[in-house]
Every structure is written in structure tokens, then in C-alpha cells.
């Protein structure tokens, strides 16, 4: 089941009915929003053998296809993802190789390119083959946090699909009577509106935890002095703990955080922080702006070079 996002499904309902499917689909939005969920549900609906193609309701789930595709397993499915942050050229030949071999069991191929921002040129260049001499009958589908790391010409031959974060109330009346009212209320403000998220919340209640722990640092380090700063990151790599390992999930909720702080400071989200989301300092415009810019020049370094964590954050919490 799909969790929001009932205009892009309709939209994508609709052009299969229409049998007036793109070659290639291009699905934009923020991490942890469900594209990815979204866009097999589209190819299940694709391949599902126990619908009427008159009537394109949500696929059976019970099917061969169905059930195959929810596993990525499916024959007329493939999936290209990341190897060591970055998807290669090699892995578009390997694709190109398969997509030659035409469809086994389907009338369509499908393909999904799970973060395609993170091709590099070489690989999107290759990919540029495929887009402009199609072999045969193929839906490939973009999805990507970072659009913009595509080159135009990629682009120009997809269809823009954007997917936006969802309202607290509708994840909140989805998860409601599932969970505790104090885990619903960590859920649906953790989340973020984003579905991808609240769903892995829901299914392993220790992460809640471990994201109330990262927010709980950076709030830590926004409320501290300079030495202080020092002394929790300190503190936190001494335990050992996963901080080092996953750098980009520490940065990720001090974007978001940041993002929150500036939208209060502009009025668009005036006094919707709770007690816990503001911070005792009173950032500047400016300052919250060169404290975002900052973040996301050391989020795009990470894909791109094998960053010290420790020193990269202690070189980011001067900017803070």
C-alpha cells in the first residue's frame, strides 16, 4: 500500500490506462519519501495478471508478478543501485546488455535507477545511449534526491515526476491505533512527513530511538559553546559508536533541523517548534543560511571522497 501521494498515483494510473506510458520516468523528491515504493507499485500495476486493463485499480499483490516484484526478483525487472556510493559506467553496459535481450516473460522491461544523482558522467553518458535508441518495448524509471546532479540532456528525456513530503496529520492517521500515543507522537515528528521514514520507525521501533539520540546531539551542540562542541564529538566517537559509519544520517536531521530553524525565523512555520526544536541561541538569517550551505557542501563531499568523519565534523561545528 501506498502511504500518500495520491496525485502521482492517479497521474500514473491514468497514463496506463491510456496505454500513453513514457519511456522514461524521472521521480524527484527528498530522501526516505517512498519513490522507490511508488515506483514498483507502478510496475506491479504494469504486470499484474489479475487486473483488467479497463480498470487499473492498485495490482493484486497475490500474483506471480506481484509477488515477484515486490522481492525484485521479477525476470523483466532490474534493479541498478549504488556500489560504493556511486553507480558506474559498468553497471549502465551491464543494463544495456540486458535490456538487448528483450522482455521473458512481460510485454514491457521495466528498470529502476535507485539514486541515478549519484552516475558519474561516464555512466550518464552511457545511460544518454539508451534514452535516445530505446530497444524495444522499456519503461526505465529515475529516481533521485538530487535532480539536479543529472545532466540536462538525461533530463530533457524523462518525465518529471515530483514527490513532496507529506502532512503530520496524514501520517499520523496512518499509524494511528498501530503504535503507543507517545511513540506516535516521536514517529510523526521524526518522520518529517517524509513515508519512507515513518514506515522504518514503525517496523523497528529501536531506530525512533536511535534518530531522537541524533537529534538530542545536535541540539546539544547548537545550544553549546565552542569547547563544548568539541567535548560531546569527542565524547561520541570515544564510545565507538555508529556515528562514523553513517556521517551522511548525522547530517541529513541537522539539515532538516536547520531548514526548520530558518522556516520559523522567516514566519512560515512561526511557533510550530516544540520546546525541544528550538535552540537557546538566536541565529541570524545569514547565520542559518551559511550553516545550511555548510552542511551540504560536507553531505556532497562525502560522495565524493573518503571523508574523515571526526575531522569533517569538527571542521563543520566551527561554522555552527
Known amino acids: 500500500m501506498i502511504l500518500g501521494h495520491q496525485s502521482q498515483w492517479e497521474f500514473l494510473q491514468r497514463i496506463a490506462r491510456a496505454d500513453r506510458i513514457p519511456q522514461a520516468l524521472l521521480f524527484a523528491g527528498s530522501c526516505h519519501l517512498g519513490k522507490k515504493k ?16 479497463q480498470d487499473f485499480e492498485r495490482p493484486c499483490q497475490k500474483c506471480f508478478s506481484c509477488q515477484s516484484i515486490n522481492k525484485e526478483r521479477y525476470p523483466d525487472l532490474s534493479m541498478v543501485l549504488p556500489q560504493k556510493k556511486m553507480i558506474q559506467i559498468s553497471q549502465i553496459r551491464d543494463l544495456q546488455s540486458t535490456l538487448n535481450l ?9 528498470v529502476i535507477i535507485d539514486s541515478a544523482e549519484t552516475m558519474n558522467i561516464a555512466a550518464q ?17 529515475l529516481i533521485s534526491s538530487q535532480p539536479a546532479m543529472l545532466a540536462p540532456t538525461i533530463i530533457s528525456r524523462t518525465q518529471l515526476l515530483k514527490f513532496y513530503p507529506l502532512r503530520p496529520s496524514e501520517i499520523e492517521e496512518y499509524f494511528k491505533g498501530k503504535v503507543s500515543q507517545d511513540s ?16 522504518e520507525f514503525f517496523k523497528n521501533p529501536e531506530k525512533l530511538e536511535i534518530e531522537l539520540g541524533r537529534y ?44 526548520r530553524l530558518l522556516l520559523e525565523k522567516l ?23 551559511k550553516m545550511i550551505k555548510a552542511v551540504q557542501d560536507l553531505s556532497s563531499a ?9 575531522l569533517a565534523l569538527e571542521n563543520l561545528i566551527l561554522y555552527l
Not at 562525502?302 to 571526526?310: E, H, R, V, Y
Open 38 to 53: 511508488v515506483a514498483l507499485e507502478f510496475i506491479k500495476l504494469l504486470n499484474c495478471s489479475q487486473i483488467s486493463r
Open 102 to 110: 528483450g522482455a521473458q516473460i512481460s510485454s514491457i522491461k521495466s
Open 125 to 141: 553518458n552511457c545511460l544518454l545511449k539508451t534514452l535516445e535508441e530505446p530497444k524495444g518495448k522499456t519503461l526505465l524509471i
Open 184 to 199: 506516535l507522537k516521536k514517529l510523526v515528528w521524526l518522520a518529517e512527513g517524509l513515508p519512507g521514514k515513518a514506515m
Open 216 to 259: 538530542q546531539f545536535w541540539q546539544k551542540i547548537l545550544d553549546s559553546s565552542l569547547g563544548q562542541r568539541f567535548y560531546y564529538l569527542n565524547q561520541l566517537f570515544s564510545k565507538k559508536q555508529e556515528f562514523p559509519q553513517n556521517l551522511g544520517a548525522f547530517l541529513e536531521i541537522l539539515l532538516r533541523h536547520l531548514r
Open 267 to 289: 514566519g512560515v512555520k512561526k511557533n510550530q517548534l516544540t520546546s525541544f526544536q528550538r535552540t537557546s541561541r538566536d541565529y541570524s538569517l545569514l547565520n542559518l543560511e
Open 302 to 310: 562525502i560522495f565524493q571522497t573518503n571523508i574523515n568523519p571526526k
